[in-house]
């Protein structure tokens, strides 16, 4: 089935160059653009999850150092070693009371029984206290906060204590307030007046990456994956990094360290939840865009066509460059930029070359009587025509096998009715723009301008396979002999040389058997 190939003018080039022009150029503003908003929503999130991190991380070193302060207050009025059971009941009340910094506050004495406790529901009054932040205050005896861990009444909490020394310098136990992590506590107002809408999570977690702090009071208290190295908190006491979140998701965290006890504060977000509004803000480019687009298409269209058309025009009168008065409609079209003038300007002077060339070969004195192909004087018109056009071409040297046997058998006049029925194949083999030519007695000359080797070689043998299947009354079958020899318009030998290397082809083709084809060794 025959396929009929798209024919693309110069217009829809033009217009699908445009049209590329304008959708990449889209593509990549809605990319850039895309790229720098992401950059910024995440810088954005990164620097105001720091900033709420160390703002949370101060506030609680604050509170740290006025609970302290309240403790080491404490402490000093109860240096006295005589203190009456309710005096010391009455202090832990007062400081469980007047902040509520302390979930629960205890005095004991040097060896850790406790004397005094709020509230009094826990029913540790008079019972040794044996928690690791107890034992810890008994050891060190000085001002602490304790390592989160569970007390006596088996509460996870952070204890904080302060030593009681006597006027004498005598040891006589320690005050503490405990923090609870599970329950409701100090923390909560500190931390937890964060809205989490956005999905946005905080954080606090101790050294050993244990959660101290989370809206989700479940994981209070179990030991996660590292949301920030210890060799990170080292090199800075806040931050800023991307993360990968608990649930494997990618997340934005802001953290900041709490000196005094060493928790990491971590405010984090979301990768996702942050780039939310990406989409919409897209969405708005493009809507934006799309009308100057449109526009700019419209533009290219009506551009495209005005260049287009004095080609077109040209393109059209060139199909038509044998018709009466094609030079005059030529010259009528009106070519308006440098490069279809100069068109213009070589058809006409083509016409004109050619139209005076045509003249010539049809001229009588230029043709072979006996065959009606060129003769030597009409091959020299056609090959000043191809030099003077810079035409490159092929030449096939064509001779008539043991056309002496012929002769001299069946005498001349069947010599030369074989000779016009070679003529005639040679006429009807041939393409429209070759030119035929008798050289002279029985040898002929085929010039295919624009061939290249496979071309030159495929007409040849169609040639040759032609006339071999040809019979002829009395003579019988005939064949021919090629040589196949080019010219270029480049080549340093002239035309004259191209001639003599078909001849030399062809005397190759008699030795090698005749009935063959061969091309000149120096051919391309």
């Known amino acids: 089935m025959r396929l009929n190939r798209l024919k693309t003018d110069l217009r829809t080039l033009i217009t699908l160059l445009a049209v590329a022009s304008i959708v990449i150029t889209l593509a990549n503003s809605l990319y850039a653009s895309w790229r720098v908003q992401r950059e910024v929503l995440i810088d954005n999130t990164l620097e105001a999850n720091r900033v709420y991190a160390t703002k949370l991380a101060s506030t609680t070193e604050v509170f740290f150092d006025l609970a302290r302060s309240q403790l080491s207050y404490s402490a000093s009025i109860l240096s006295e070693e005589s203190g009456s059971e309710s005096r010391l009941q009455d202090e832990v009340d007062r400081l469980r009371g007047q902040t509520h910094s302390f979930n629960s506050v205890v005095i004991a004495d040097s060896r850790g029984w406790v004397r005094a406790i709020s509230p009094e529901s826990l029913m540790l009054k008079g019972m040794q206290l044996s928690s690791s932040a107890a034992k810890q205050a008994l050891a060190e005896r000085k001002s602490l906060i304790s390592q989160p861990g569970l007390s006596t009444a088996n509460n996870l909490l952070v204890f904080i204590s302060r030593p009681i020394w006597s006027k004498s310098g005598g040891y006589l136990g320690f005050v503490g307030g405990s923090i609870y992590l599970k329950k409701k506590s100090v923390l909560d107002v500190l931390l937890g007046e964060q809205f989490y809408r956005d999905g946005s999570s905080l954080y606090v977690i101790d050294s050993e990456n244990r959660l101290l702090y989370h809206q989700d009071r479940s994981l209070v208290g179990k030991t996660i994956d590292p949301l920030i190295t210890r060799q990170q908190r080292k090199e800075a006491s806040n931050g800023r990094l991307e993360v990968v979140m608990p649930d494997g998701k990618p997340g934005l965290a802001g953290y900041a360290v709490v000196p005094s006890t060493g928790w990491t504060i971590v ?119 191809f030099l003077s056009a810079r035409q490159e071409f092929a030449v096939l040297a064509l001779d008539i096998d043991r056309f002496k046997r012929v002769n001299d058998t069946f005498g001349h006049a069947v010599g030369d009715k074989v000779i016009k029925t070679v003529a005639e194949q040679l006429a009807k083999t041939a393409r429209r723009s070759d030119i035929i030519c008798r050289n002279g007695g029985e040898e002929f000359l085929m010039i295919l301008p624009g061939a290249d080797r496979d071309i030159a070689l495929m007409i040849a043998e169609r040639v040759r396979e032609h006339i071999e299947q040809i019979r002829l009354e009395a003579v019988g079958h005939v064949t021919v002999s090629v040589g196949i020899s080019f010219w270029a318009p480049d080549d340093e030998a002239d035309m004259h040389q191209t001639f003599v290397q078909a001849d030399d082809a062809l005397y190759q083709a008699k030795n090698a058997g005749r009935n063959c084809v061969i091309v000149a060794q120096d051919a391309p």
């Open 267 to 385: 405010s984090l977000k979301p990768t996702a939840a942050t780039l939310l509004p990406l989409n919409s803000l897209l969405l708005q480019v493009l809507k934006n865009s799309v009308p100057f687009a449109l526009l700019t298409v419209i533009l290219a269209l009506l551009l495209a066509r005005r260049i287009a058309f004095p080609l077109w025009q040209l393109a059209r009168k060139a199909s038509r460059m044998d018709t009466k008065n094609v030079s005059h409609e030529i010259n009528s079209i009106r070519s308006w930029y440098y490069e279809s003038s100069q068109i213009k300007r070589a058809m006409l002077a083509g016409i004109a070359l050619m139209q005076d060339k045509i003249g010539r070969l049809k001229s009588e004195t230029q043709t072979d009587p006996m065959t009606g192909l060129l003769n030597r004087r009409g091959l020299y018109a056609v090959l000043d025509y």
